[in-house]
Nanobody, 115 residues
Framework: QVQLVESGGGLVQAGGSLRLSCAAS????????MGWYRQAPGKQRELVAA???????DYVDSVKGRFTVSRDNAKKMVYLQMNSLKPEDTAVYYC?????????WGQGTQVTVSS
């Protein structure tokens, strides 16, 4: 059974930092592309950052230079370091795994940035 469990969300002031973690189980982690998505109220879910099996990373323009995605294949963990947070970063953040036609989601963790 595939499980993705996020942690690390919370309330932070603008300019602050948070580190999200996602623990994966039930998948052959090292071959999966891992991603972080977010969904703000009234908005569509968007891809924030992704890291491929070979370590290649990609970011949405709005977080480039502020967020860093990383993975630890031995621990089956993926992380999102978020710095210089802005109120517009407020959303529920979801961890995802994808390989071929297989895609899985975590339950999400709330990130709230106050101005």
């Amino acid at each position: 059974q595939v499980q993705l469990v996020e942690s690390g969300g919370g309330l932070v002031q603008a300019g602050g930092s948070l580190r999200l973690s996602c623990a994966a189980s039930g998948i052959y982690f090292s071959i999966y592309t891992m991603g972080w998505y977010r969904q703000a109220p009234g908005k569509q879910r968007e891809l924030v950052a992704a890291i491929a099996a070979d370590g290649t990373t990609d970011y949405v323009d709005s977080v480039k230079g502020r967020f860093t995605v990383s993975r630890d294949n031995a621990k089956k963990m993926v992380y999102l370091q978020m710095n210089s947070l802005k109120p517009e970063d407020t959303a529920v953040y979801y961890c995802s795994s994808s390989w071929n036609t297989y895609k899985h989601w975590g339950q999400g963790t709330q990130v709230t940035v106050s101005s």
